[in-house]
């Protein structure tokens, strides 16, 4: 089985890794833009805007690099909003999507002039209360929803998230007494589909729930755009769904004649494939017919294995060119739980310490979700230019950092 090419060569592993340490999450800017681009394009006539969701990654070098390429930005928290505008978003380009926050929170975003969205009835009543006659989005649950797993399905009778139709009647009566126009419906269905018909399924009933709102200026379909992790796997087709949404929306305009505009807000999209993870193996067990290479990329540095089964590609760098029998080969990390396991059974050379490995698609939920579990300074991030130069993003963590804020 041949595998598909890299953008980091085999041998610009080990000298990324010898300058910045390991690990190291290393983001390639031409793959990044290519990235930001299909999504700009998605929608060819109509009123369109495409945002990038800051939680996948929120580093400030790439966010930039979104904003240059014509991207808003949307964020879920007062941290995510300080992020975007380090990045040299404005106001304007700021959507505040947040659930079950505080109205400090809220204020936070509306004393900057950003537009929020308010995603139950208790935290419209709060808005409404502090700030009659502003304008706002609400987040719709459209009782359909997607994902690569259970845990990222978003949308649905037992989700958290979104007002449901059914409540519907009771925002429109607080948006009338608090004198608040409506501008947007938003939603977000789920994550990492490859198939669109679910997306497309519930733009189409947010399209018929916009039609009794008449001052809406915006419908936002949110993110959940999937990608191959795997080496099989086929890739979304953007190029269906972004007619698919083309047709929906002038249909729609035709019908109800008058205008709106069509958002959407990827997360993993627009950074995983720029993303790939660094590490080192530094201890091999043989284990029945394989064996358990041990690295320093545990679960406090790439969390999604663990928390939903998720798959990515692990390459073995190999430093030392030697016969390898090929086994199954699990990799862990060094954190100190069984569940620390990268990829379990894994076809490969076997691999021997002192290697190298490179985690393909690490670049959304990578680094944002990483922590300093068993008090592990968290990993540093350099970004490779068109010109291949490598640039540090993010100093690595320090112990000392560990220790600050401890009172
Ligand atoms: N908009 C909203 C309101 C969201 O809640 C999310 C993600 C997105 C946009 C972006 O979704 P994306 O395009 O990335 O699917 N940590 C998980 C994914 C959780 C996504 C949560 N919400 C993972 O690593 O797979």
Avoid at 31 to 37: D, V, W
Avoid at 217 to 231: A, L, S, T
Avoid at 263 to 285: D, Q, S
Wanted: a negative charge; glycine letters at 10%; charged letters at 25%.
């Amino acid at each position: 089985m041949t595998s598909r090419p890299h953008w980091l060569a085999d041998s610009q592993v080990r000298p990324l890794l010898e300058r910045f340490g390991s690990p190291l999450y290393v983001y390639h800017e031409p793959t990044l833009r290519q990235r930001l681009r299909e999504l700009v394009g998605l929608v060819g006539h109509g009123p369109f805007h495409a945002s990038i969701s800051v939680k996948a990654n929120g580093n400030p070098h790439l966010l930039s690099i979104a904003r240059e390429e014509g991207l808003r930005g949307d964020a879920m928290s007062p941290g995510e909003i300080l992020l975007l505008e380090r990045a040299g978003f404005t106001a304007k380009d700021i959507f505040f999507i947040p659930n079950n926050v505080s109205e400090s929170e809220l204020r936070f975003a509306h004393d900057r002039g950003i537009l929020t969205s308010l995603d139950s009835i208790d935290q419209l009543r709060t808005w409404a209360e502090a700030f009659p006659g502003s304008r706002v989005a609400l987040r719709v649950n459209p009782l359909v929803g997607d994902g690569h797993h259970e845990k990222v399905v978003t949308a649905g009778e037992r989700a958290k998230f979104g007002i449901v139709p059914s409540e519907l009647d009771q925002a429109r009566s607080i948006l009338a007494e608090s004198g608040i126009t409506l501008v947007g419906l938003n939603q977000h269905i789920g994550s990492g589909f490859l198939e669109p018909s679910r997306y497309l399924a519930a733009a189409s009933t947010l399209l018929s729930i916009a039609e009794s709102f008449p001052q809406l200026e915006f419908v936002d379909f949110g993110g959940g755009f999937g990608i191959p992790y795997r080496e099989h796997e086929s890739r979304l087709d953007l190029g269906l769904l972004g007619r698919s949404l083309d047709t929906m929306l002038r249909d729609w305009m035709r019908k109800n004649n008058r205008s709106i505009e069509v958002g959407i807000e990827p997360g993993r999209y627009w950074c995983a494939e720029c993303g790939a993870l660094l590490g080192t193996v530094f201890a091999v067990k043989p284990r029945g017919e394989g064996a358990i290479a041990g690295t320093d990329l545990g679960f406090n540095v790439l969390q999604r294995p663990a928390m939903y089964d998720a798959y990515h590609r692990i390459d073995l760098v190999a430093v030392q060119d030697v016969d390898r029998p090929t086994v199954p080969v699990t990799w862990a990390g060094n954190i100190c739980e069984s569940g620390d396991i990268l990829g379990a059974d894994r076809q490969g050379s076997l691999p021997r310490p002192g290697d190298l490995v490179r985690v393909r698609d690490a670049g959304a939920y990578g680094w944002a979700m990483s922590s300093s579990y068993n008090a592990r300074p968290r990993a540093a991030e350099v970004l490779v230019g068109a010109d291949g130069e490598p640039l540090l993003i993010r100093h690595r963590e320090t112990w000392e950092d560990l220790m600050r804020g401890v009172a």
